[in-house]
């Protein structure tokens, strides 16, 4: 492979042109960033989305790292004076690392071996001899080999020397690349991971589904190798990659021995031994090593697709909301924050102390819910929060409040208290009282409250401890920029931690940018933005789109078009009639969306020189002037009473929330202390790959209880048995 052939493998790759990936390079080349990229380039690049933009930008760095290490490993190998042609030309072919570093290993320099050691003793000749195999060779081994005996350099016996023979062929049949890769191919395809337990059973209670246990290696799902690999590290489970050694023997055999000949026993004796000691360990590592490898890939993408659903789940906007971190012995913290995020009130209420604490924290609440006007309810989902759902549906029962609750998922909340931004943010307030102001916070917009918490802390994935950390953390920190991006912010409102998450902006960027609106008051036009510290016409290119003005001099910087098409969407609204005032005007609007509705973004596009994607995208932005995309989705589940485990007979149906979706199954709240599960195989009656291709994090679903297992805190559902609703 070279440079220039790159394109062309990501094309192939993505089954795009080749074009639009060059197109896209150049522009990744020159600083652009995705999300910028995927909605205000394009033209360019053929309207490649985000996904696939991130797939070249991966796919582009291996390449290119894979072209630096062939020119390294030719310049060491010709170094050598080892390099042919033939040799040359494979290295050049190569379009995967692995074939790459399979064809060096004869050439890469290593620690002194044993096959070195017989080269040192002169003992090459004899191995090559031996792989000649000449059938007119005729006489008896040991006479041959004793030909070699030098006792100056360690060789006293012919045994010596035929050992060192088989030591070097050993290694030669080990390092061949046609080898390998054959090999690789039938232990992926017939190889199976097997575990047994290393401790007792009572020690091993985590892990008892390995006790005896074994799998395809083609088969094995990522969870399942996770799992496995936690075991292994904690020396509970001790695993084995079993294989079918006589058939892997044979094929090497085939390759290597062409027929009788005196020299058979010895090779097939060296075969044997490369296998074991050289050949077998090397796949073995490599192999679990690829499979782990895939497992944390896929759960990384996992957490990486909850995680995006998680930030872009409907704001519940406009709400007082009482934020409750629930508690036993600490009691239940609990704030007020009004539609702004504004504390109002903070408290802690002992409502699982006794019937006079309770009593207490009756009357306590009701004033709060009373004196704030409290529309909204915010139960943290950890511990106690059942009993604290029990007391407030008591509550608005007893005394028919007007007044929704729901459960949030508070993972992270901690974790944000405890932190410097949170002290910042919420001087004076109690540690223990903030973890309540960001349960409520993050009902009102999740977006803006869950990018201040690391994203590991927000708990939708799945071993997230046990997979390759700095990955993850870079996944989800593009998960998180791409959210920001799709949805757009206030630049008015937006916190440093938002800002600094917008395409083009840096942390130092995002708290100048609080700085001077500190200093200057709001913004009224995107242009000011150039007026910012360290905030040039680069960084303004990228970012100036995804920020919004609400109350702007021109109502264009409250939409998603960029400031470089303001001259094309004031022609397009030319040619409906309109002014860009017409955008901010309540009485003009509903006539500028029916303009719109009826418009053809081709026929805009050719009679206005540019570029139909484009075209497309302010046609949809005067549509919905300062829309936020997170309309479309279906608001958070809130409830007034409360599920009972008595009403969860088998075969009822029950509405809930996903929390999380991993690779065998979904976990859905359903207003008890316990999430049900929804294995995998009572999903769909479709084929599907993954549960992700079903259901998304926040989903709203009916669903039919299977079986309650209350002993074992457990609760069966299933998607697929639920009666199908009538039109």
Known sequence: MIVQDIPNLIAQELRVRPAQVEATIRLLDDGNTIPFIARYRKEVTGELDEEALRTIVDRLQYLRNLAKRQEDILASIEEQGKLTEELSAAISATTKLQELEDLYLPYRPKKRTRAQAAREKGLEPLSELFLAQAPSVNGDILSLAAEYINTELGVETAEDALAGARDIIAELVAERADIRAQLRRMIWQQGEIATTLAVDEESGKAFLTYREYSEPVRRIPSHRILAVNRGESKDVLKVQLVVPQEQLLQFIHSKVVTGASLFQEQLTLAIADGYKRLLFPALEREIRGQLTENAEKQAIRVFGLNLRQLLLQQPLGGHTVLGLDPGFRTGCKAAVVNANGTVLATTTLFITLGAGQKAKGAVELLELLRKHNVTLVAIGNGTASYETEEFLAELIREHNLNLHYLITNEAGASVYSASKLAKDELPGLDVSLRGAVSIARRVQDPLAELVKIDPKSIGVGQYQHDVNQKELAGTLDSVVDSAVNHVGIDLNTASVELLKHVSGINATVAKNIVSFRDENGSFDSRKKLLKVPRLGQAAFTQCAGFLRIVAAKNPLDNTPVHPESYPLAESILSELGFAPTALADKQQLPAVQDAVAKSDAKSLAAALNAGEPTVRDILSAFAKPGRDPREDLPAPLTRKNLVTLAELTPGSVVRGTVHNVIDFGVFVDIGIKTNGLIHRSELSHKMF????????????????????????????????????QKA
Do not use: C, F, T
């Open 689 to 724: 790959r993954h549960p992700l291709d079903i259901v998304s994090v926040g989903d709203i679903l009916d669903v039919m209880i299977l079986s309650v297992d209350e002993a074992r805190g457990r609760i069966a559902l299933s998607l697929k048995q639920v009666p199908a």
